[in-house]
């Protein structure tokens, strides 16, 4: 079967990543010039994506990539940065190899420890110290960059950030470093909130849409390399996914599938496509929805319309304007809607639809 070439699952290898020259310039020269850096945006809009393509940029450099995706506890987090550490190969994973066995670490067995008998198991704020000495001392000697992607989770785990913070202080000029995660909100008060460790340190970088020329030209070329014609199919895309990076790419794709080898995409196409995503997204919409709080629901809903969450529009969903307000504030907080301009908008412009054509009002 041939494969698509527009992948909507997971984070997209280097060489895949189109429409981010700026920000991918951006983010090298950050790094280069050793600022730390805070790359935020909604969930799905490409960050661990554009940094796949910018550590791939920066071929020299060896990058210890952490993962720290709903990490719970200490253990939780010393773990994944052992995995990243022990995921290194080269010269750095050699030195790194070497200061570890200086400080009685075993890379990439940190996890048997952690999780052997009680008795015998280390402390995990102890073992994520020794870590994080290990990759400041390998840093010292050789090219690095440390990306810790899903930042935001480590808020749940006391200590982590502090003991991250002081680890990593000393040595900001001697890595490239950039912390990324969804929830917004919640990575500005990592680095924005005067009683966060990470107060100040680092430049807040932002990930938008795609604009209109970058999906037009993924959306033509990848019709293009497989021998289809995307005439003006892409235009359709970007009206109504607003840019949203996999959103583009799923309604891409099931334009792509309607579209026979050296066929051209029809406004048939595009009403087949998205009646195919609607339908496929259509249970998970329900769910989401149904996992909102009752003012959430209503706040997406008049938002969803381009209506006023306050006045009259509000009235006729009964909400009242301090359930609008906390609402509103929630649903930022998760990354569910976002403000731009002064406008609040639904991030996702799936569930945007299934609002407005599930609800009459
Ligand atoms: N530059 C791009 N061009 C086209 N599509 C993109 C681009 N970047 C991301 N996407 C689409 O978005 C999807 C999600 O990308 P990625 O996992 O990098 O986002 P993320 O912001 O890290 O998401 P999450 O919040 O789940 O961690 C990809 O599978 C792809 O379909
Ligand atoms: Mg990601």
């Not at 809009?45 to 990490?71: C, F, I, Q």
């Not at 020794?130 to 090219?143: K, N």
């Not at 009683?195 to 030209?217: C, K, N, W």
Request: proline residues 5%.
């Amino acid at each position: 079967m041939e494969v698509s070439p527009f992948p909507y699952q997971g984070p997209l290898e280097p060489a895949e990543v189109h429409g981010r020259d700026g920000l991918v310039a951006d983010l090298t020269k950050r790094i280069t010039a050793r600022r730390v850096t805070a790359l935020l945006g909604p969930r799905r809009y490409g960050k661990t994506s554009v940094l796949h393509r910018v550590a791939a940029d920066l071929s020299e450099v060896t990058t210890v990539w952490v993962d720290l995706y709903e990490v719970t506890s200490m253990a939780d987090v010393a773990v994944r940065f052992d995995d990243a550490l022990a995921a290194t190969t080269g010269r750095f994973a050699a030195a790194a190899g070497g200061v570890a066995a200086g400080v009685s670490v075993n890379l990439g067995v940190v996890k048997v420890d952690l999780t052997g008998p009680a008795r015998n198991r280390p402390d995990p704020a102890l073992a994520f110290h020794s870590l994080l000495e290990v990759l400041v001392a390998t840093a010292g000697r050789e090219p690095t960059l440390l990306v810790v992607d899903e930042f935001s989770s480590i808020g749940r785990v006391k200590g982590a950030a502090g003991a991250l913070r002081t680890a990593l202080q000393h040595h900001y000029t001697d890595l490239g470093i950039v912390f990324a995660g969804s929830h917004p909100s919640m990575m500005r008060t990592l680095f924005s909130a005067r009683p966060e460790p990470f107060y100040g340190q680092a430049d807040l970088v932002e990930i938008g849409p795609l604009g209109t020329a970058a999906v037009e030209s993924i959306v033509r070329t990848g019709f293009s390399s497989t021998g289809r014609d995307a005439d003006h199919v892409a235009g359709q895309i970007h009206a109504f996914s607003g840019g949203h990076p996999q959103r583009t790419m799923q309604l891409a794709d099931a334009c792509w599938r309607h579209t026979p080898p050296g066929q051209t995409a029809s406004t048939e196409t595009w009403a087949s496509a998205l009646t195919e995503v609607r339908r496929a997204s259509g249970d998970g919409m329900e769910r989401l929805y149904s996992g909102f709080e009752g003012g959430e629901r209503s706040v997406l809903r008049a938002v969803a319309r381009g209506g006023s969450i306050y006045g009259a529009e509000a009235g006729l969903l009964d909400l009242s304007a301090g359930a609008a307000t906390h609402a509103r504030q929630a649903l930022l907080n998760g990354g569910d809607l976002a403000e731009v301009a002064g406008q609040l908008t639904v991030v996702d412009p799936v569930l945007a639809d299934w609002l407005r054509r599930r609800f009459p009002i």
